[in-house]
């Protein structure tokens, strides 16, 4: 019938519980537009602030078919981003909406 036995709801469950767990590290969301596009595209990302932000530069260059070796991020004031820190200290010192820039267009 349309009922669940106990040993198979457990096993259902047993993932959820197993992402909770996981789920328990802070997470910051930070929007990035591609600034050499006119349409001036965005993505907004959902990253763990621990997260090494030159992993979430590479994701976010990939994700708008850029090379990631020739892009740089500012935030929208215009200040370049150091990449050599979490994700989670960029948010704290710029904000969650930043700017993605291939390297052609900068400088």
């Known amino acids: 019938s349309g009922r ?3 040993r198979s709801r457990l096993s ?12 328990d590290c ?6 990035i ?14 990253v763990p602030e621990t997260a ?5 530069i590479k994701y976010a260059a990939e994700e708008f078919k850029q090379n990631a070796a020739t892009s740089a991020v500012i935030s929208n004031d215009g200040v370049g981003i150091n990449p050599a820190q979490t994700a989670g200290e960029v948010f704290l010192k710029y904000g969650g909406d930043l700017r993605l820039i291939p390297r052609d267009r900068v400088g």
């Open 33 to 46: 537009t591609l600034t050499s596009d006119p349409k001036l595209p965005f993505k907004v990302f959902k």
């Open 26 to 31: 802070a997470k910051v969301t930070i929007k």
């Open 52 to 56: 090494p932000f030159t992993a979430l």
């Open 4 to 6: 669940f036995s106990a």
């Open 12 to 23: 259902l469950w047993a993932p959820v519980s197993k992402l909770s767990m996981s789920a």
